[in-house]
């Protein structure tokens, strides 16, 4: 075209189209560095929590010990030598403890240094002696050189975070300080892997307290919820979407069950500590309760994920099914639900990531009991994760604080192999369009 | 209004009878008093603007329109003198007699084998493994589509190209043995090559089925069809031999839709 | 009839209306200019109208070459198939139209030659209502008028009577002295061309009657006196 095209209106100018199209291009760069930086802050926030977080706890996943030389004597333990184990159980392992402490620095002869000694011990490692002959009670009568822990002090003495002098906040005399440093220079005190925190249950002693109680209570909990919901909110929004026909009958249901997911968790709390445990009579504090509570929070959930993903499978391929004479249960089964199935699976595992990160209704149903033994069934008492971070985020010793983090770490992982399962599963289920 | 009523067929054997055919949307009046005789072994093709309630009609004939919510029939249909809205009537059973074509090619996300094994499957129509091949072999060929994938039955339908998936919907419909065949639009989404390809079969087809195809391309319904029905705001207009709806229409409105005139 | 959709369609059909309009125009004063020039005797007219006739030649090429342009890019159906098909045919008949009247004039420059003879007077009676008829039927055409062109399609019948009583009069003109022979043999010839240019007309007739009903005109034509004898009656089941 060689002619020039006459502008519209005369008010309309080459100068002014092009300043108008800078004018354009400046707010879309506004925007982009708008959103550029929105997303900044974000990862600054959540590097901000993640630094915190695993600086404050990675030092809970060490544990300060001590190696001692500990004679299994007959004589002590045992002096009947029967081998019974009720009387193994009850035996004084502490003795072993002190007589090996006491052959390590012969000169604490007077009684406030033999305190001073055994104050250096948790005063659970005699139990860790105890759960090691009962395993095995060949060990009767034999030295081992064997790793303990120290208490909670020593640990955090080694770990740094208290200072050796009475002004650093230090609690240690000038023996203690002594004795520790020579044990530190044998060879005999170091911070270990402190596989107490994945193998205890709770523990009033911080060095004791380990996630085991708490990672097996949502375990059960979750296994329960996954169980009922997943079928439960499958079915359900099946037959809403499916077979129910549209009436103001359905569209109340849809209303209510969209009102649900809004309520806050805690309802779902008072609501199961009436029925589950009132009414019906379940026990207290158990994950089969936590469970259904956790239920009654992601039912909604999941219905409305289902509903969507059943939703997004496109109408041409219940047509296809229908008009070759399929049943509509069958169009469901052969077509719509596999179709719908990564989309249901990425819900279902949002909802279970949500309600493992639940407190509210735990709360209320009692898994906040301080329970010492990790379950062996979801009948027996127990906590979950986020319950037990609130407990000890709720204890004021110092060993609980680096605790409180690692068990943070340790649910977020939790939740980091979820949505890497739901990754997984939708990968695997997604089919391609034609 | 039709110019087909009554007028006595002595040669062509009557496939499918609607009378007095009234649909209802909630309250929008869809389909207005249709009488409509379509013959076997034909091909017929329904004309009109969109929104004229052929695809609508269409839809009346494997009883599709049930699964709309608010939708209603009246007056009668029948195929071969059965009532196709009897109370008793089994709507599966229907549905394989009257096999259905789609406007986009709409094959299941599965291999070509099971999309073609698909229908005689759920109606238990094959005894054996062995059957059930021979049925797919024979509908693959019967819709052209064989040659072009025999090697390759195991894979995903949904990687033919557009035209090769109308043909597997055609081969996974006729699967089931149908006696009537409706196709809604069954090219609008193909290229001038496939369309052609998609055409001939019809062409074939109809040795051994009755055809309703709904198409909005008048050249499509002038090559393929024998006789043409034109729709226009929910009424059959007229319906005719194919040859003299496209010379010599007997309604203005047909005339004034055929050549063009209004939208 | 309402307009297409497309607009553009709508242009090239009033252009393909517009190209016959003028054909049949042309024709229609060529078949005019003929007559005239044989009345008065003008051979330089009668030159011009030979050297005319290639005019309308072209202008059937021309149709040609358009309507087969809409056959191919609007796939013309119903109505609008009719009337592009019926200007190919009607644009066949304005050139053999215009052919016969070139003939008449080439004809006329014969005669100019040679003395006048008395049957001159009767073939432009003819000669007119032949020309009448042709503008009736043009202006059939142009308003797509099928009544009118009924009317024409009757009045051949007239145009057989007077070329039937034409002859008649030559034949006695003849027969009465051998040297009449040449003029109203090329009379004859001229009267024949003529009468053919009716039947042509009655043609565009049938055709109008087509484009407008899509249904050829069936009853047999009303046939005045001829110069033939009947056929036989006998059915040959055609």
């Known amino acids: ?434 | 209004m039709s110019n087909s009523d009554g007028e006595p067929v002595a040669s062509a054997k009557i496939k499918v009878v609607a009378r007095d055919v009234n649909v209802f949307y909630s309250d929008k009046h869809a389909l207005k008093a249709v009488n409509l005789d379509v013959r076997a072994n034909e091909v017929t093709a329904l004309i009109g603007p969109s929104g004229c309630g052929k695809s609508t009609f269409l839809r009346c004939l494997n009883r599709m329109n049930d699964l709309i919510d608010g939708a209603r029939v009246t007056g009668t249909i029948a195929i071969d003198q059965q009532d196709i809205y009897l109370k008793d009537l089994d709507v599966v059973q229907l549905r394989a007699r009257v096999g259905m074509v789609f406007q986009k090619p709409n094959p299941f996300p599965k291999s070509i084998f099971d999309n073609v094994a698909y229908g005689p499957r759920i109606h238990g129509l094959a005894g054996t493994g062995a059957e059930l091949e021979e049925i797919v072999v024979t509908s693959l060929k019967r819709a052209g589509l064989f040659e072009e994938v025999k090697d390759r039955l195991n894979e995903a339908g949904t990687g033919l190209s557009g035209g090769q998936q109308q043909r597997l919907c055609i081969a996974r419909a006729i699967a089931v043995s149908p006696e009537v065949i409706l196709m809604d639009e069954p090219c609008s989404a193909l290229d001038p090559i496939a369309t052609a390809k998609v055409e001939e079969l019809i062409d074939e087809l109809r040795q051994n089925y009755t055809i309703i195809v709904v198409t909005h391309s008048m050249q499509q319904a002038a090559r393929v069809s024998q006789r043409t029905a034109f729709f226009h705001l929910g009424e059959l207009v007229e319906v005719g031999d194919t040859e003299q709806i496209f010379t010599n229409p007997n309604h203005k409105l047909t005339q004034g839709y055929i050549t063009g005139r209004f939208g | 009839m309402t307009e297409h959709t497309v607009r553009s369609y709508d242009e090239e059909l009033s252009h393909l209306n517009n190209l016959i309009a003028r054909m049949g125009g042309i024709a229609e004063a060529q078949l005019d200019a003929s007559i005239q020039a044989l009345i008065r005797r003008n051979s330089e007219q009668a030159g011009k109208i030979i050297a005319a006739d290639a005019k309308v030649d072209d202008m059937e090429h021309e149709v040609h070459a358009f309507t087969v342009r809409l056959l191919a890019l609007r796939q013309p159906v119903a109505h609008d198939l009719r009337f592009i098909v019926g200007a190919l045919k009607v644009s066949g008949d304005l050139e053999r139209i215009a052919d016969y009247a070139a003939n008449v004039a080439k004809r006329a420059l014969v005669l100019n030659q040679l003395p006048p003879v008395p049957p001159m007077a009767a073939v432009p009676r003819l000669g007119r209502l032949v020309q009448e008829i042709l503008k009736d039927v043009l202006d059939a055409y142009v308003d797509q008028n099928q009544e009118k062109a009924l009317r024409v399609w009757k009045r051949d019948e007239e145009v057989d009577d007077m070329y039937t009583g034409l002859f008649r009069e030559l034949i006695t003109y003849m027969m009465e002295d051998p040297r009449n022979i040449t003029p109203c043999i090329h009379l004859m010839f001229i009267a024949k061309n003529i009468e053919r240019i009716g039947d042509h007309a009655t043609n565009i007739a049938e055709t109008i009657h087509y484009l407008v009903n899509g249904t050829p005109l069936l009853d047999a034509r009303p046939k005045g006196t001829s110069v033939l004898p009947e056929p036989p009656p006998a059915g040959e089941g055609n």
């Open chain 1, 1 to 434: 075209m060689t002619e020039m095209v006459e502008p519209l209106t005369a008010s309309v100018t080459v100068a002014g189209v092009n300043a108008r199209l800078r004018r354009r291009y400046a707010v879309d760069r506004w925007f982009r560095a708008l959103g550029v930086s929105a997303i900044v802050a974000a990862l600054t926030f959540l590097i901000l929590l993640l630094g915190t977080i695993i600086g404050q706890g990675y030092t809970a996943f060490a544990q300060s010990q001590i190696r001692l030389a500990i004679t299994f004597d007959a004589a002590i333990l045992d002096p009947d030598g029967r081998g019974d184990p009720a009387v193994l159980g009850t035996a004084d392992y502490g003795r072993l403890i002190r007589q090996s402490l006491e052959t390590l620095f012969p000169d604490a002869t007077e009684r406030a240094q033999r305190r001073e000694l055994s104050r250096l011990m948790s005063p659970g490692a005699d139990l860790e002696l105890r759960g090691m002959l009962l395993a095995d009670p060949s060990l009767m009568g034999r030295t081992e050189e064997i790793w303990l822990p120290t208490s909670s002090p020593v640990d955090q003495l080694v770990k740094g975070h208290t200072g050796r002098t009475a002004e650093e906040g230090g609690q240690f005399t000038d023996g203690e300080l002594r004795r520790i440093d020579r044990l530190r220079s044998d060879g005999r005190l170091a911070a270990r892997f402190n596989k107490w925190l994945f193998t205890q249950g709770d523990s009033r002693q911080p060095e004791l307290a380990g996630l085991a109680g708490a990672v097996v209570g949502s375990f059960y909990s979750l296994l329960v919820t996954v169980l009922l919901s997943f079928p439960l909110g499958v079915a359900a929004a099946v037959y809403l979407e499916e077979f129910a026909r549209q009436s103001r009958w359905t569209d109340i249901v849809e209303v209510n069950i969209n009102n649900l997911a809004a309520v806050p968790s805690i309802v779902f709390g008072l609501l199961g500590l009436e029925i589950f445990l009132n009414v019906l009579g379940l026990p207290r504090s158990a994950p089969l309760v936590g469970g259904l509570a956790l239920t009654l929070v992601s039912l909604p959930t999941i219905i409305i994920a289902a509903r969507v993903a059943l939703k997004a499978v496109p109408p041409w391929v219940r047509e296809a099914a229908l008009a070759l004479g399929a049943s509509r249960l069958q169009m469901v089964t052969h077509h719509v639900l596999p179709l719908a199935m990564p989309g249901i699976l990425t819900g279902t595992i949002i909802g279970m990531a949500r309600a493992v990160g639940e407190t509210a209704p735990l709360l209320m149903i009692g898994m906040v009991a301080f329970v010492v033994n990790v379950p062996a069934t979801p009948v027996d008492p127990a906590t979950a994760l986020p319950v037990q971070i609130y407990l000890w985020a709720a204890s004021p010793e110092r060993g609980f604080v680096e605790r409180t983090s690692a068990a943070i770490i340790v649910l977020l992982c939790f939740l980091a192999v979820m949505n890497a399962a739901a990754i997984y599963l939708r990968k695997r289920y997604e089919r391609r369009w034609g």
